[in-house]
């Protein structure tokens, strides 16, 4: 798989790597919240809530709303955010592997990218340079 953009899906990544910003994106999951309301539900203050909602804001994950004084936030891509905190909730096994497994993927990897170069295809996927 290719991404598109790796500096911005690297950005889009930083986003979500802390805990407070987790936190909020689960509450937003639920529904609109304004500042105050996430201040009572999660152990942070008030400035720093909105520090974290200004780094989500910029990722083009939440927007807000003005409701007179207050502005309450929303997910504006509600899909990405349910998917991510989806997978990152999953509970998957940590494989370990020998290096016997790992050398013979690299060699089953050498025979095909031989093979389709040989076929005139063009490899799918760049073989890694040794260190």
């Known amino acids: 798989m290719e991404l598109p953009d790796s500096q911005a899906a690297a950005e ?3 986003a979500f790597s802390h805990p407070t910003r987790l936190a909020i994106l689960v509450e937003l999951v639920a529904g609109p919240k304004c500042v105050t309301d996430m201040e009572e539900l999660l152990p ?3 400035a720093n809530i909105s520090q974290h909602l200004a780094v989500l804001r910029h990722a083009k994950l939440v ?3 003005q ?3 207050l502005r309450c936030y929303y997910l504006c891509r509600p899909k990405l955010v ?3 905190l989806a997978l990152v909730g999953r509970n998957d096994p940590v494989v370990k592997r020998t290096s016997e497994e790992i050398q013979a993927d690299k060699e089953r990897l ?3 990218l031989a093979k389709s ?3 005139g295809q063009k ?3 760049r073989e890694v340079a040794k260190r």
């Open 44 to 46: 942070a203050r008030q």
């Open 117 to 119: 170069s040989s076929q």
């Open 123 to 125: 490899p799918a996927r």
């Open 12 to 14: 889009l990544l930083k």
């Open 63 to 65: 927007d807000y709303a």
């Open 82 to 84: 349910e998917d991510m």
């Open 67 to 69: 409701d007179g004084a």
């Open 110 to 112: 050498a025979k095909a």
